[in-house]
């Protein structure tokens, strides 16, 4: 017996004796007069269990067979649900395994079986947090995740996603490599399926800003960020109309960063169930299963029902726009280089004032490469490397003359040959010395 029930049964015990009337203990329990009046009856008739619940202590009809609580735990103790938690887990036992449970009987069924353990949250510092923009596509945030996705059975992939701060809408695919090349695609993607939005809301990472670089003997000296040369997608944002923002904190950018968190416990989940183990199995499931579910489930209505987003028109190129671009110098002989080839401009693009003017070049994300002089793209060829010399067979080296004589050497020889001495015949032999050796 609790004590709001030994609370109530002084009250009717009170009521009972007649000391109170049985209007003032309804008052006072909060019940009717004739609840009341039932629980007098009940008092006399079972004493003081009269105000303990007839069905307190027996089990809910509701409750789970143990048949059943067997074959979830055993569905759920098998490898590839390891980590899974309630609510998770009851959306994939009911569409896999046909067992509907709710999530707050499946977190106590999980508990008891040592399967899940709720985790203690801290908060170690308190961010205010930003309140959502009112229209969709007046703001989307972009950026990057690097995860084991795949939990080893592959590649490293990376994870570039855009969520719009208004609604939450979620667009996202999976990559190789970040770079310059690979976030045009998804915003290529992006533009096409939902238009222009007003602005994109990212970090401060070289794709998006050149880096600042600061003389050696004056580090003193700062540069205006806006008269640095910008970076391929700010270049291309700036044709496409699409102002840039930057984050100067994670936290400032918790919307996706806590997209980030959900993908890498769901979104991993759902690959491991999926066996995904390439790329094209990872995005397949990412926009078959995990981008759908989220754009049902997590999305919110925006504060207003105008869509910020903006057509693209005729004035807008994205082949041209979202492509990697520089800018070269015509010759002479109407030919460029690029990447260590030469290209000829064809004589039915040559124009006055092409010669030793500088040309727009367009690498394109499909591999082709376009040339803009002006307001005119340029026909050009690739002109064949010239052809390499055959490499000559070397000539076995000369033996080496000895140095003639200097004249000093010849005067010398000649002095002493030149000179006479007696003849052999006349020589005398001193044998002293001889004995005496």
Not at 191 to 198: A, D, K, M, S
């Given at each position: 017996?609790?004590?709001?029930?030994?609370?109530?049964?002084?009250?009717?015990?009170?009521?009972?004796?007649?000391?109170?009337?049985?209007?003032?203990?309804?008052?006072?329990?909060?019940?009717?007069?004739?609840?009341?009046?039932?629980?007098?009856?009940?008092?006399?008739?079972?004493?003081?269990?009269?105000?303990?619940?007839?069905?307190?202590?027996?089990?809910?009809?509701?409750?789970?067979?143990?048949?059943?609580?067997?074959?979830?735990?055993?569905?759920?103790?098998?490898?590839?649900?390891?980590?899974?938690?309630?609510?998770?887990?009851?959306?994939?036992?009911?569409?896999?395994?046909?067992?509907?449970?709710?999530?707050?009987?499946l977190?106590?069924?999980?508990?008891?079986?040592?399967?899940?353990?709720?985790?203690?949250?801290?908060i170690?510092?308190?961010?205010?947090w930003?309140?959502?923009?009112?229209?969709?596509?007046?703001m989307?945030?972009?950026?990057?995740?690097?995860?084991?996705?795949?939990?080893?059975?592959s590649?490293?992939?990376?994870?570039?996603?855009?969520?719009?701060?208004?609604?939450?809408?979620?667009?996202?695919?999976?990559?190789?490599?970040?770079?310059?090349?690979?976030?045009?695609?998804?915003?290529?993607?992006?533009?096409?399926?939902?238009?222009?939005?007003?602005?994109?809301?990212?970090?401060?990472?070289?794709?998006?800003?050149?880096?600042?670089?600061?003389?050696?003997?004056?580090?003193?000296?700062?540069v205006?960020?806006?008269?640095?040369?910008?970076?391929?997608?700010?270049r291309?944002?700036?044709?496409?109309?699409?102002?840039?923002?930057?984050?100067h904190?994670?936290?400032?950018?918790?919307?996706?960063?806590?997209?980030?968190?959900?993908?890498?416990?769901?979104?991993?989940?759902?690959?491991?169930?999926?066996?995904?183990?390439?790329?094209?199995?990872?995005?397949?499931?990412?926009?078959?299963?995990?981008?759908?579910?989220?754009?049902?489930?997590?999305?919110?209505?925006?504060?207003?029902?105008?869509?910020?987003?903006?057509?693209?028109?005729?004035s807008?190129?994205?082949?041209?726009?979202?492509?990697?671009?520089?800018?070269?110098?015509?010759?002479?002989?109407?030919?460029?280089?690029?990447?260590?080839?030469?290209?000829?401009?064809?004589?039915?693009?040559?124009?006055?004032?092409?010669?030793?003017?500088?040309?727009?070049?367009?690498?394109?994300?499909?591999?082709?490469l376009?040339?803009?002089?002006?307001?005119?793209?340029?026909?050009?060829?690739?002109?064949?490397?010239?052809?390499?010399p055959?490499?000559?067979?070397?000539?076995?080296?000369?033996?080496?003359?000895?140095?003639?004589?200097?004249?000093?050497?010849?005067?010398?020889?000649?002095?002493?040959?030149?000179?006479?001495?007696?003849?052999?015949?006349?020589?005398?032999i001193?044998?002293?010395?001889?004995a005496?050796?």
């Amino acid at each position: 017996m609790t004590q709001r029930d030994r609370d109530r049964l002084v009250v009717l015990k009170k009521a009972h004796k007649k000391l109170i009337t049985q209007r003032q203990a309804a008052e006072e329990l909060g019940l009717s007069d004739r609840q009341v009046r039932r629980l007098i009856v009940r008092l006399k008739e079972v004493g003081d269990r009269a105000v303990i619940h007839g069905l307190r202590g027996r089990s809910s009809n509701h409750r789970l067979s143990e048949d059943a609580r067997s074959k979830v735990i055993a569905v759920l103790s098998q490898k590839v649900y390891r980590g899974f938690g309630p609510t998770l887990a009851s959306e994939y036992l009911a569409k896999k395994h046909k067992l509907v449970i709710g999530r707050e009987a499946l977190r106590q069924i999980m508990i008891g079986a040592g399967l899940w353990r709720s985790r203690r949250q801290t908060i170690s510092t308190i961010h205010e947090w930003r309140p959502r923009r009112n229209s969709r596509g007046e703001m989307v945030q972009w950026d990057t995740s690097e995860h084991d996705w795949l939990e080893g059975r592959s590649e490293k992939l990376y994870l570039i996603s855009m969520i719009d701060d208004a609604t939450s809408q979620l667009t996202a695919r999976f990559v190789r490599s970040d770079s310059t090349e690979e976030n045009m695609r998804l915003l290529r993607s992006y533009l096409q399926q939902h238009g222009r939005p007003v602005a994109f809301y990212t970090d401060k990472a070289s794709l998006f800003v050149t880096t600042e670089k600061r003389l050696r003997d004056r580090p003193e000296v700062r540069v205006d960020p806006a008269l640095l040369p910008p970076t391929q997608i700010g270049r291309a944002l700036r044709e496409l109309g699409i102002t840039w923002i930057a984050a100067h904190s994670p936290q400032a950018k918790g919307r996706i960063e806590r997209s980030f968190g959900t993908a890498q416990d769901r979104l991993v989940k759902g690959l491991r169930v999926a066996r995904a183990s390439t790329i094209e199995q990872a995005n397949q499931y990412l926009e078959q299963e995990f981008l759908p579910w989220w754009n049902q489930h997590l999305v919110v209505i925006a504060a207003s029902p105008i869509d910020a987003h903006r057509e693209l028109d005729s004035s807008h190129n994205l082949d041209a726009s979202l492509s990697l671009v520089d800018t070269r110098q015509v010759a002479n002989d109407y030919t460029i280089r690029f990447e260590r080839k030469t290209y000829q401009i064809t004589r039915e693009s040559v124009r006055a004032g092409l010669r030793g003017a500088a040309v727009r070049i367009e690498a394109r994300l499909d591999g082709s490469l376009a040339v803009r002089f002006q307001d005119r793209y340029l026909a050009i060829r690739e002109c064949a490397p010239p052809a390499k010399p055959e490499p000559s067979i070397p000539k076995p080296p000369r033996p080496s003359k000895p140095p003639r004589p200097s004249e000093a050497y010849r005067q010398g020889q000649n002095t002493l040959l030149s000179a006479k001495s007696l003849p052999l015949w006349r020589a005398s032999i001193d044998r002293t010395r001889l004995a005496d050796s």
